[in-house]
């Protein structure tokens, strides 16, 4: 799986638009983009994946840039309740294999 | 709700001790696994149950069992716990195997285990 860095805490005002980065230089023509993010004391929680196009759905965007090697993970207003550590993940979709989150970004929103 | 349930929610357990932490999906998902996460890591798999009747090692499967006792049970023994296996354990289930990583991949909301 390729490598992915984040940076470690980020601070966002609860209604602003979040804009989480993820460098993965390495990524490989068939290695897919997750983001998962876990609040304190729960388990890790599904936000989005992406290949190469640019993917939203109801909790986020995912930007994918055009060579591949960074993405964004956007929460276009962010609220209390997306204090969370997000991670960011690059992997084949096959296989059995333990789910790599790394550190992550811990995102804190504020009032 | 739907989801995936693990009991219990917290456990102090005696090293040399047994015990079996439980999950149950109802989802109607095909595979599902148990992972460890440590204060600073990333989570690690342990066992997975790609379907009903098969259980696979994982990463980390020393000093754990595990038996997938329908599609929707997949328990998590410890024979003799020890101190190394304090952690907080994650059950996990998706519907197309590992496939995808993405929306079908569900966690628990986690066990977490002391062994002193």
């Known amino acids: 799986d390729a490598k992915t860095t984040q940076p470690p805490s980020m601070d966002c005002a609860e209604g602003r638009a979040a804009n989480l980065p993820c460098n993965h230089s390495t990524i490989s023509g068939n290695e897919y983009v997750y983001w998962y993010r876990q609040i304190h004391s729960q388990g890790p929680q599904y936000i989005i994946h992406g290949l190469k196009n640019n993917e939203t759905n109801e909790m986020a965007s995912l930007i994918i840039t055009e060579d591949r090697k960074s993405s964004t993970l956007i929460l276009p207003h962010a609220t209390l309740r997306d204090t969370a550590v997000y991670y960011c993940i690059v992997r084949v979709p096959s296989g059995y294999s333990t789910l790599t989150f790394g550190k992550g970004t811990m995102l804190l929103v504020s009032p | ?116």
């Open chain 2, 1 to 116: 709700n739907a989801g995936v349930t693990q009991t219990p929610k917290f456990q102090v357990l005696k090293t040399g001790q047994s015990m079996t932490l439980q999950c149950a999906q109802d989802m109607n998902h095909n595979s599902m696994y148990w992972y460890r996460q440590d204060p600073g890591m990333g989570l690690r798999l342990i066992y997975y149950s790609a379907s009903e009747g098969t259980t696979d090692k994982g990463e980390v499967p020393n000093g754990y069992n595990v038996s997938r006792l329908n599609k929707r049970e997949f328990s998590l023994r410890l024979e003799s716990a020890a101190p190394s296996q304090t952690s907080v354990y994650f059950c996990a289930s998706s519907e197309l195997g590992a496939g995808g990583f993405g929306y079908g991949y569900t966690f628990g909301s986690g066990t977490r285990l002391t062994v002193v």
